[in-house]
């Protein structure tokens, strides 16, 4: 005997999953950008990590970590950062097509945002 899941079922059951894993998620990033997450309420915050997690998404991460990770990157540059214009550098290696594994996308990513970020802060010697 086996055990068949409709589609319909499988489709709550796969909702069920992603709202799990959108509220683990979300206490995440509640506890990693607590100024941050204070200026919303549960709502806008809610919305805010369906954003990132559909964002993610659409950028081919599929794992929770891969999610997350780019989260985590959202919540550190901006939650647009991939369509807002003064990321235009993060937008180019989202979409570069050479670059297939999620992880490396992120890595590539963190270390881009890194180095903008050291070179933003480095202020010039005063001569």
């Known amino acids: 005997m086996s055990l ?9 059951l ?12 979300l206490a995440h990033l509640r ?6 997450m204070a200026a919303s309420d549960d709502a806008l915050s809610e919305r805010l990590v369906q954003h990132l ?3 993610a998404r659409h950028w081919g991460m599929v794992s929770e970590a891969d999610v997350a990770a ?3 990157l959202a919540m550190h540059l901006h939650p647009r950062f991939d369509e807002h214009p003064d990321f235009s550098w993060a937008q180019s290696i989202l979409a ?4 297939v594994a999620p992880e ?10 890194a180095r903008r970020e050291t070179s933003r802060v ?3 010697l005063a001569s």
């Open 4 to 12: 068949q899941i409709s589609k319909a079922q499988f489709k709550h």
């Open 14 to 25: 796969e909702q069920a999953c992603e709202s799990r894993f959108e509220a683990r998620l």
């Open 31 to 36: 506890r990693s950008f607590p100024a941050q």
């Open 53 to 55: 997690v559909s964002r």
């Open 70 to 72: 780019y989260a985590e």
């Open 96 to 99: 570069d097509e050479f670059i």
């Open 104 to 113: 490396l996308r992120l890595q590539i990513l963190n270390d881009a945002a």
């Open 122 to 124: 480095r202020a010039p």
